[in-house]
């Protein structure tokens, strides 16, 4: 196989969707199969090799289902249980607690994979942080307002709401893995008073403030737990071969928020330090056209002055998919120009059709990895 294509895509609140299908209201019914079979055909334009999948649906029997009828050229991976302790995703009813990750692989593509059993991560977190992440959950602080006091809530934790998912691939006989995630959001149902864009918006509303850190500074948690694992496979393999994909819920840039109270953003914490070259990941969109690099169009609220155009989904790689001759080069390299969010085919998919019938507010982005040649050059 010359090349393979991974694309990752958040289909919007999926499990829902499984819902209005078997719906009383044959009207809803209808809506619902449009937009199913929108989803298929997106699918089916992009063609991806591996899909990896945020927003899923809940277990692996109504992700069964429901692949089978907009994915029916893929196979789903699944570890063979329906308990969501299994998958490491927290709650049933909730919103978050119905959007599970899911990889499939396009038959044919001579790609296989199996989930890393969730005990092994929590193993390499663990020993990698020094303890300080340990079964799964790690000590945090953020801001607490109550009974009218701004106040710093100290002794703390949390836990991945929804845990990364990692495919051990194999192609050719040569290993690699992904890790899908989808990390917490930073919206917050707090309310507030006045104008954000009045200056004393802040110090008016300091339950909101407390919240925003809050949501900030567990996601930022959930990233580092992210890193600690991958440090870990480079402390037993210098040139592991690992991408990293899904919605991080977070983009490159610091919203009005980071600007005004932590000043970083979370990319450039999972990325790692370029310092330490070996370990850092490249991004797939790096060549990619500047006005092209976003996948959700959203206007936030309390940063009223930013574009609305915002990258969420992403696709990192390893040293070991480029020419870096530090590192041992992996048996397929990240093709130049290779990365891109998916416009074309969601606009074409999309535009024929009405709004009930729209395939989700996130579009898909892809990269494509094609075999180097037996001289360490790139097959084109």
Known sequence: MNSFKLTCWN?????????????????KRDEAEERRDAIAAEIAAIDPDILMVCEGPNGETRAREFFAAVAPGHDLVVRGSGERRDYGMQGTDATTGRQWIWFLLRRGAGITGRLLHLDQWRRLVEANSAGEHANGRWDVSYPRFR????????????????????????????????????????????????SPSDDAFFADNPKLVAELIKARTKITTECADIRHYIDARFQ???????????????????????RRFLYHDLIST??????FARAFLNHALFDAPQDERWSVFFRDRLDPGRDPRILLDHILFSQSFTGNTQVTPFAYRARTGGGLVEHDIHHAVTGTRPSHAHTSDHKPVSMVFDRRASGGGQIT
């Open 236 to 258: 037993a393999d210098a040139s592991a071969p690992i991408i990293v994909a899904g919605d991080l819920n977070d983009g490159p840039g610091k919203e009005r928020i980071e």
């Open 270 to 275: 999972l990325q790692g330090e370029i310092f």
């Open 147 to 194: 009974e009218g006091v701004l106040e710093f809530d100290i002794d703390r934790n949390h836990s991945h709401w929804r845990h990364p998912q990692v495919l051990l691939a194999e192609i050719g006989g040569e290993r690699f893995e992904v890790i899908g995630c989808h990390l917490k959001s930073k919206y917050t149902r707090t309310g507030s008073s006045g």
């Open 11 to 27: 289909i919007e609140h999926s499990d829902k969707l499984i819902d209005a299908l078997g719906d009383a209201d044959p009207r």
